[in-house]
């Protein structure tokens, strides 16, 4: 094997170890968040590798704009367009597979034209929580301490964590150039077919 040759294999080996850790991070900061709910009597959500998907996406966008917000960018006024963009988090939920456009959406009919609506229990399907560590703050084990008690003092995430429509939950979280640490923790419940 040449040094090159093992140069790239070590990266490859590098990359998977990279990656499994982040993972195992990801789900731990998924299971402080079922802890919050499980001390108020709620049942454990199981974690959902598309609502992690999703809960990445989200995380590395904020982290390159460098800014915590749930909207990416201005709204696609065209509904085919608005489904295949990451500005929202239904969309971006939408996008891994995990419901169906129809699982959130509705045609109405008023006189010859067409209007999309989101559906009545729509935030009872999807929904989001972000949060932001500065830099200095340390590295992500130390920051969730922090982080997840933070979202349990803040009234609308907590109204969000302790949803009792939620069946499952995907999390991530993504670095920024200047240490920053962006946070996204996705909640669903699937539709049943």
């Not at 696609?76 to 959130?104: C, M, V």
């Not at 509705?106 to 034209?113: D, K, M, S, W």
């Not at 979280?173 to 699937?190: D, E, H, I, K, L």
């Amino acid at each position: 094997m040449t040094s090159r040759s093992r140069l790239i294999a070590l990266l490859a080996i590098c990359a998977i170890a990279s990656d499994a850790f982040g993972n195992d991070l990801f789900r731990r900061v998924a299971e402080m968040v079922n802890d919050e709910r499980q001390q108020v009597g709620l049942p454990r959500l199981t974690y959902n590798i598309k609502l992690e998907q999703a809960a990445l996406s989200h995380s590395q966008w904020m982290a390159r704009v460098g800014k915590m917000e749930h909207l990416q960018g201005d709204k696609p006024q065209d509904f085919q367009e608005y489904l295949k963009s990451d500005h929202h988090h239904a969309t971006r939920i939408l996008k891994t597979g995990y419901l169906s456009w129809q699982d959130l959406f509705e045609v109405t009919r008023e006189g010859n034209t067409g209007h999309v609506r989101t559906k009545p229990d729509a935030d009872d399907r999807v929904s989001e929580i972000i949060a932001y560590a500065g830099p200095g703050t340390g590295n992500v084990p130390k920051q969730l301490p922090i982080v997840v008690p933070g979202w349990m003092k803040s009234p609308g995430h907590r109204a969000v964590i302790v949803k009792t429509c939620w069946k499952e939950i995907g999390a991530a979280f993504a670095g920024s150039r200047n240490g920053s640490t962006y946070y996204a923790v996705t909640f669903g419940q699937p539709v049943d077919k």
